[in-house]
């Protein structure tokens, strides 16, 4: 399987999750980088130059399969207590996630720039989830192109709902979830948070060809669901 591009075939790639570096990161380079089954994740504290991006591509790929969406029934009546939007505040969404005294924090300024341009050019789509009283307690977002989406943060506020991250979730599930069948939902790597939920690690290989088949589906409707609230 061979792509070309800035990222050169597959064959090539390093058996390793990091498989490129570059000082170029730009809106253009991003959505390439999508599509081949690749994502930036800047090198802060490696000993790289500042400005460093690393472009990835896991050897084993977390996915979250829509039809496989472990939902407890805790998490049914928590999700109760929310409301949930789409691309109502990508804005403050970008801006928890990049919250700096969160362990392992990686969005810099240059991160929420770019993401930023592609929420306003329809790339980049956030999910919020608000308590009854108007308060962000929770959110995600991620690039959609086709049939992908590519979850890249979420945040919960431990004090407004633990849950929060997880319901978030439902959220983006519910717009994914319109009947068109083989979309995909990449979450980069499986932690213990989103195995929870159902994720499973996939060969890199696997990957790039359920990639392959998503990106010739049609993209879900972000305009209609944001429209309406979910989980209602």
Known sequence: MGLSGAFGPVEEWPDQDLIALSAEF????????????VFPMPLHDAGWPRGTMGWWSPVHRGVLPLDDLRVTRSLR???????????????????????????????????????TELNRLGVAHSVEVWTAEGDLAGG???????????????????????????????????VLNDGVEGRLL??????????????????????????????????PEWGRASEAQLLR
Request: glycine share 10%; net charge negative.
């Open 26 to 37: 730009d809106v253009d380079l991003v959505a390439e980088a999508y599509r081949a089954g």
């Open 186 to 219: 990449d979450v980069q790597w499986v932690t213990d948070h989103l195995a929870s939920l159902g994720a499973v690690a996939v060969d890199r290989v696997d990957y790039l060809r359920w990639l392959s088949e998503a990106l010739t589906l049609p993209a």
């Open 140 to 174: 995600l977002y991620g690039v959609s192109l086709g049939g992908l989406f590519a979850g890249e943060s979420m945040f919960h506020d431990p004090v407004l709902g633990r849950d929060a991250s997880k319901v978030a979730l439902l959220g983006l599930a519910g």
């Open 77 to 115: 009546k928590s999700a109760r207590h929310y409301d949930v939007t789409v691309d109502a505040a990508f804005d403050a969404v970008i801006q928890r996630c990049a919250d700096p005294r969160r362990p392992s924090g990686w969005i810099d300024q240059n991160v929420i720039g770019v993401y």
